[in-house]
């Protein structure tokens, strides 16, 4: 999906923090030069306090969080699920957006998905396309593809919209040592007026460089966007 230059009449939130070890910072600094390309404005915000700004989120087209683990409030979990039913698009990856919150089941419910484990360090696996949603924007064109990072073992609503999954090899970690498990690595689902974007792809700045994963994380905040 090519960036649109031009006129700017989008805005993009990025709101980033939690746990350090995500580098909130450094990878959501990533993609704001694409985003700029794209036509947007950006802005950036250090406090989930920006999710009680009812009127500055209706003005958002696209919340891009990476803000791992922590606490959020009732009222700004309220705020940034109303702000995607009414339409403002909500994108992320790994961490930032789906260890986010724990025990949030609003959130939770937003984002269709919650981290629950991965094997310890990083781990060669591939990512494999859902042949069924070939022809979904965020994913059409691409291939499966091998990434070296750490594998997400995740809880998902049934009713989200995989694209791509990643599969667990037996092993010591789990009770049936024998089983090979398929788990979603990348889904959309719709909340409402408002679309929602997540890939549990991006520990570290260097999982960007694979360029599926590049490709399909742009991509995926492009089509959250309202």
């Known amino acids: 999906m090519t960036p649109v230059t031009g ?30 390309d794209s036509g947007y404005t950006v802005d950036t915000a250090e406090d989930l306090a920006v999710y009680e700004d ?23 979990s309220r705020g940034l699920s109303a ?38 360090g990083f781990v060669d696996h591939t990512v494999n396309l859902v042949p069924e949603r070939s022809g979904h924007p ?14 997400y073992w995740v809880a998902t609503d049934p009713a989200v919209d995989v694209l791509a999954t990643t599969t667990f090899a037996a092993d010591q970690y789990r009770a049936d040592r024998e089983a090979r498990v398929v788990m979603p690595a990348v889904w959309t689902r ?6 929602v974007f997540v890939s549990a792809i991006g520990h570290k700045a260097d999982d960007f460089d694979v360029p599926e994963v590049r490709t399909l994380t742009e991509r995926g905040l492009l089509w959250a966007s309202r």
Do not use: S
Not at 190 to 195: E, F, I, L, S
């Open 190 to 195: 719709r909340h409402g007026a408002g679309r």
């Open 138 to 151: 965020v994913t059409r064109g691409l291939a499966d593809f091998r990434v070296h990072t750490e594998q």
């Open 83 to 120: 702000a995607v039913r009414a339409g403002t698009g909500l994108a992320g990856w790994h961490g930032g957006i789906v260890d986010a919150f724990r025990g949030d089941l609003d959130y939770f419910l937003l984002t269709g998905g919650q981290f629950l484990m991965h094997p310890p």
């Open 7 to 36: 006129t700017t009449n989008r805005r993009a939130l990025v709101v980033r923090g939690g746990w350090e070890g995500h580098d909130p910072v450094t990878l959501t600094d990533l993609f704001v030069p694409f985003l700029k």
């Open 54 to 76: 009812a009127e500055r989120l209706a003005a958002t087209d696209l919340v891009v969080q990476c803000w791992t683990m922590g606490d959020i409030t009732a009222e700004q």
